[in-house]
């Protein structure tokens, strides 16, 4: 994600003293003296919009909420579109503008701009991120050598897609997980502007711009829709380019249509006006009526209900997001954008205060927030200690919010803002001129003490991000603890294990044989009452277990409590895949008269879904169905279709994880879904509470 702070602050890029220059009145054409280099930005100054801080500023903040508060601010990402809106729309607005008064647009000049705007600060926040991470070590360094290339390369979301990374940030925390919407922008940076010269050169394609932008979007949300696949990760459809194109889309289509031309009253037009030839839209808003601005208003309200709304309900892994809810998103976005766009004095509201402050920030508090929150959370987290999984614990926001403001506001002043003014070379020399000495001590030393402070601080940021990469862990503790427990199911497979005969439906009475058969059972004694049993856990070696990545991170403690089992886990592994498995454990010998299925963590489950797993049990076993925890919108409906499977079957029982998790949320890892080393041994606890409840039943599955 970034911002296009001077776009939306100058109307344009900003020359040397941060705003463009302004060489004369009117527009001027592109003839120059001969030798003269073409200048590298337009040499029009262009009023600033008002409006777009305030509006940035909403949306970073937004963002920054659904990340530390997840469960209060469950939509709060959908202001990432909010950014993409923004961005789609001021670049093509400067395009367009570029290629009316200068009669071509300057593709180098421009991409130059884009990489002096943003690659200052984005390299001031991974060095010095990888730095600390080098420090705290663990889990913050695995992949980071990835990442790093995606950074460098603004590929982050493509590099997220195959390395398999998650953006719930199951597995790994991804330090800097939040640079794939800046990858998304930078690839659209790179493409678009040749789309638009090319239908700004073309008369028909340029009638047809908006359309053109438009039908791009709605190609892009159906291709959205489309790989989406219900029940799973949605990674790859969220962070992909072709698949999140829309917003950027939406934002270029309202630029197209206000850069039309417009017919002026008294048979004026756009390019005769001296005020329009200094707005940043050729031609002006295109709405112009009281009517019009009516219109406009109600929309932007509507759309501004839409996003609230959306901010508050609609979560990231819902199926409604990927089905038309984020372009839905776009589109109200879209339309609180033209509102500011045609009603000047809302935007001049916006921009006023804090608001008009974060906004101008905007781009350094999105890229410093995120991998600020794992390191604090990751340095933080032994200190005060563990809280609801998929919650931040106060103390780890508090510190993430005051470091991120502090090292944007320092970003901006003393990175950010001078090289916009003076250009990256402008700027290191103005740098290099503060930290020599004065002509008294240039014999003496070659630097000021500030200026060798600077170089070695830069020295040590360098040495630790090597050291970082060097000595990054290849998986992090959770995937440590899974593959160990792949070896513990292992050895429960390891050799041929004939299944142990099933229990009789009614294992409480006699067999056949047993005894003298009699009409009707003998009194019992007055002297005597009959006491019944405590019913107690089958040994391990009456045990079957089929589960996903939680029962591996789990196997040792499953075998510690269950000596003899057979444990039988896989990454991932969902409901769906349970009668294989099953079927796999038969074929071998090893499904035994006590089965436990522990699969509620990855998928939805219906009836239907659960009644083919336990056919595929088979007749004469006793079921335990192992409640999943994750957050996850699908893990409580599996969960209440577990408990309506064990009504419906006799020898069902459902052994509650999700409640001991709810109970003792420190069992969990930092990922929220997969146990700690102690807590596998709660799990443990619960599987064989579960058997000891399955023992006493009275009649098992038929």
Not at 294 to 319: K, N, S, Y
Not at 359 to 374: F, I
Not at 458 to 486: D, F, K, M
Request: charged letters at 15%; hydrophobic letters at 50%; proline letters at 8%.
């Amino acid at each position: 994600m970034t911002t296009t702070h001077e776009a939306s602050r100058h109307g344009t890029t900003p020359a040397g003293d941060g705003r463009p220059t302004l060489e004369a009145p009117r527009v001027l054409g592109h003839v120059r003296a001969p030798g003269a280099r073409r200048p590298g930005r337009p040499t029009v100054r262009y009023r600033r919009m008002p409006g777009l801080d305030g509006l940035r500023a909403l949306a970073v903040a937004v963002v920054v909420a659904f990340h530390v508060a997840p469960a209060t601010f469950p939509g709060g990402y959908v202001g990432v579109d909010v950014f993409f809106v923004l961005s789609g729309f001021l670049i093509t607005t400067l395009l367009v503008r570029e290629h009316r008064d200068r009669h071509h647009v300057g593709l180098r000049a421009f991409w130059a701009r884009r990489a002096r705007r943003l690659l200052p600060a984005l390299v001031l926040v991974v060095a010095v991120c990888t730095a600390v991470a080098a420090v705290v070590g663990g889990d913050v360094l695995v992949g980071i050598g990835p990442q790093l290339l995606g950074a460098a390369t603004f590929t982050s979301n493509w590099v997220d897609v195959a390395s398999g990374a998650t953006y719930s940030g199951a597995l790994l925390p991804h330090l800097f997980g939040n640079l794939w919407s800046l990858a998304v922008e930078e690839q659209f940076y790179l493409l678009w502007p040749l789309a638009v010269v090319l239908l700004c050169a073309v008369r028909p394609l340029r009638r047809h711009a908006p359309w053109a932008a438009a039908g791009l979007a709605l190609a892009s949300v159906g291709l959205m829709a489309l790989l989406y696949a219900p029940g799973t990760d949605p990674t790859r459809v969220y962070v992909g380019t072709d698949t999140h194109l829309f917003a950027l889309m939406a934002g270029a289509a309202l630029a197209f249509w206000h850069a039309r031309p417009v017919t002026r009253p008294h048979g004026g037009d756009h390019g005769g006006d001296d005020d329009d030839a200094h707005a940043l839209l050729p031609g002006g808003p295109r709405v112009r009526t009281p009517r019009g601005r009516l219109a406009v208003l109600v929309g932007g309200v509507a759309g501004a209900v839409v996003l609230v709304a959306a901010v508050a309900t609609l979560r990231w892994d819902d199926a409604l997001a990927y089905r038309g809810g984020l372009l839905v998103c776009a589109v109200a976005a879209t339309a609180v954008l033209n509102a500011v766009v045609c009603l000047p004095g809302v935007g001049a509201q916006l921009d006023r205060g804090p608001l008009g402050w974060v906004g101008r920030r905007s781009y350094g508090l999105y890229l410093w927030h995120w991998p600020v929150l794992v390191l604090a959370s990751a340095t933080l987290g032994a200190v005060v200690g563990p809280v609801p999984p998929g919650a931040v614990h106060p103390a780890v926001v508090v510190v993430t919010l005051a470091v991120t403001v502090v090292a944007a506001a320092l970003s901006f002043r003393y990175v950010e803002r001078p090289v916009l003014r003076r250009g990256l070379r402008g700027a290191a020399r103005d740098l290099a001129r503060r930290l020599q000495p004065g002509p008294d001590d240039a014999a003496s030393r070659a630097l000021t003490r500030r200026g060798w402070a600077l170089a070695g601080s830069c020295a040590l940021v360098v040495g630790l991000c090597a050291a970082g990469v060097v000595n990054a862990p290849a998986t992090t503790s959770v995937e440590r603890q899974i593959a160990a427990g792949e070896q513990a199911a292992r050895a429960t497979q390891a050799g041929p294990d004939a299944a142990a005969p099933a229990p009789q439906p009614d294992a409480e009475e006699p067999a056949p044989g047993e005894g003298e058969a009699t009409e009707e059972p003998a009194p019992a004694e007055a002297d005597a009452p009959a006491e019944t049993a405590p019913a107690v856990a089958p040994p391990g070696d009456q045990v079957t277990v089929v589960g996903d990545s939680v029962t591996l991170a789990s196997a040792p403690a499953l075998t510690a409590a269950l000596p003899g089992a057979y444990v039988d886990g896989a990454v991932s592994r969902q409901v769906k895949d349970g009668p294989a498995a099953l079927a796999t454990a038969r074929d071998a010998g090893a499904l035994r008269p006590y089965v436990v299925v522990s699969l509620g963590t990855n998928s939805t489950a219906n009836a239907a879904s659960l009644d083919e797993l336990l056919a595929a049990v088979g007749p004469g076993r006793r079921v335990v169905l192992v409640t999943g925890y994750a957050d996850r919108p699908w893990v409580p409906g599996t969960n209440a279709e577990m408990v309506a499977a064990a009504e419906r079957h006799p020898g069902v029982v459902v052994a509650d994880w999700s409640a001991a998790v709810a109970a003792d949320p420190a069992v969990l890892g930092p990922d929220g879904v997969h146990p700690t080393e102690a807590g596998t041994a709660a799990y443990a606890k619960v599987v064989v509470d579960g058997l000891t409840r399955a023992a006493g039943l009275g009649s098992s599955t038929g």
